[in-house]
């Protein structure tokens, strides 16, 4: 596997659901992202990680939960959603310590709550 | 608080044409900007980074520019061809911050 992975691709749920979206970066980097995107709305930060510790979370929901284990991997749990959280959610990561580093994305979960 | 805008939102032009979409953002304390290709339903491809000291990267039958003082950078596509057809993402990344702004898009059609 290179670059950056997520899975599943697709995920549909209830309301009262808990699941896991899970993503894997293959590129050695330090710094992992949540990123959002709904219909008709711009791509949105989530959360961001830098060598396993929350640097940034964007006033997101206590009903979505990141979970950060090690620089290569990151989890972000769902429980109780909401449909208006239908949305793709990509994770991204990037050589965190240099602020000109590039952020490299994955192809994106497909949520769907019903 | 930076905010990115791309104009226009849709383009539609016949292949071959050359073009160009427009991004522009409020804060010009900025670390880079990048530019990204986006397929229905998928995720983002990044074309090209431009460093905050840099006015301009090229790939291919890409050109983007950047004009910090100004808040804009240019994506230009030279003879476009219908697999060029995607949404097209600008984002800065701000002095102090490691997450991305995104615009809203340019949603691009190349017609054979």
């Given at each position: 596997?290179?670059?950056?992975t997520q899975?599943?691709?697709?995920?549909?749920?209830?309301m009262?659901?808990?699941?896991?979206?899970?993503?894997e970066q293959h590129l050695g980097h330090n710094a992992m992202y949540w990123y959002k995107q709904s219909a008709k709305k711009p791509l949105e930060l989530m959360f961001v990680y830098n060598f396993k510790e929350q640097t940034e979370n964007n006033s997101v929901p206590s009903r979505f939960s990141p979970e950060c284990p090690n620089s290569s991997h990151l989890f972000l749990h769902l429980h109780t959603l909401q449909p208006e959280d239908s949305?793709?959610?990509?994770?991204?990561s990037s050589q965190g310590a240099s602020g000109e580093s590039e952020q490299f994305f994955g192809p994106g979960t497909r949520l769907t709550v019903l | 608080k930076q905010e990115v805008t791309q104009i226009p939102a849709a383009l539609s032009v016949p292949e071959g044409e050359n073009l160009v979409l427009n991004c522009s953002f409020t804060d010009s304390a900025i670390y880079n900007l990048q530019w990204f290709r986006q397929d229905p339903g998928k995720g983002l491809t990044s074309l090209l980074l431009i460093q905050s000291s840099q006015r301009e990267q090229t790939s291919g039958r890409l050109n983007a520019s950047l004009d910090k003082s100004s808040g804009r950078s240019t994506l230009y596509i030279a003879a476009s061809q219908p697999g060029d057809s995607a949404t097209y993402l600008c984002a800065v990344r701000g002095a102090g911050r490691r997450a991305l702004t995104f615009g809203s898009g340019t949603r691009l059609q190349v017609q054979p």
């Open positions: 596997e290179t670059g950056v899975t599943p691709r697709h995920l549909v749920m209830g009262t659901n808990k699941k896991s979206l899970k993503c949305a793709l959610y990509l994770c991204a | -």
